[in-house]
Structure formats: structure tokens, C-alpha cells
């Protein structure tokens, strides 16, 4: 059952964020078996407003498996120190009962 990881973030340091933490995660995804369905700035709220002007992220996942491997391994832990040191997020998961 595919599984996504949806990301909003308040991201502090643009620049550094995608030199620190965005080239270098986008690598790792692909390594670990995820993919990108978007990646965008600017997201507008139609209801709440808890996210808006946030940047998204959406990943697909063959499975929660490949996604906690990810999320958990020892080469993704100083690429999220990075990101916390220069965001603040929200992560989601969810799997696809289909």
C-alpha cells in the first residue's frame, strides 16, 4: 500500500535550505525508493489558514516500510538537524487504502 509524506514548512533561510537540506534529501528519497509529487512555495488556504503561506511537500512511498526506513536511517538524521535549524514543519503520513 503506497504511503505519502506531506510536508509544510515555514522555511527561515531559503538559500540554505535548499543547499543544506533540499539537494541532499531530494537525493536520499530516490535512494530509499520515494518520489516527488510536488515541491512548491506559496501554498493558499482555502479553509484554516494553518498553512498558509507555507512551502509543500508531497512524497510518494511504496510503502510506510520504505518511508519510516527513510525518515529513521543514520544519513537522513543531519540533513533534519539542518532543516530544523532553519524551518519549522509539519509532517503527515498517510497511506493509501487502495
Known amino acids: 500500500m503506497a504511503a505519502y509524506m506531506i510536508v509544510f514548512a515555514k522555511i527561515h533561510d531559503r538559500d540554505r535550505f535548499i543547499k543544506e537540506y ?3 534529501t531530494a537525493q536520499l528519497i ?3 525508493g520515494g518520489e516527488y509529487v ?3 512555495p506559496g501554498v493558499t488556504t482555502l479553509e484554516g489558514g494553518l498553512f498558509d503561506g507555507t512551502s ?3 512524497s510518494k512511498w511504496p510503502d510506510r ?3 519510516d526506513a527513510f525518515y529513521t536511517s543514520p544519513e537522513y ?3 533534519k538537524a539542518a532543516r530544523e535549524a532553519i524551518s519549522e514543519v509539519n509532517i503527515m503520513v498517510v497511506e493509501d487504502p487502495s
Open 38 to 40: 510536488v515541491r512548491a
Open 22 to 24: 533540499g539537494m541532499p
Open 56 to 58: 509543500a511537500v508531497i
Open 65 to 67: 516500510a520504505a518511508l
Open 30 to 32: 530516490g535512494q530509499f
Open 77 to 79: 538524521a543531519p540533513l
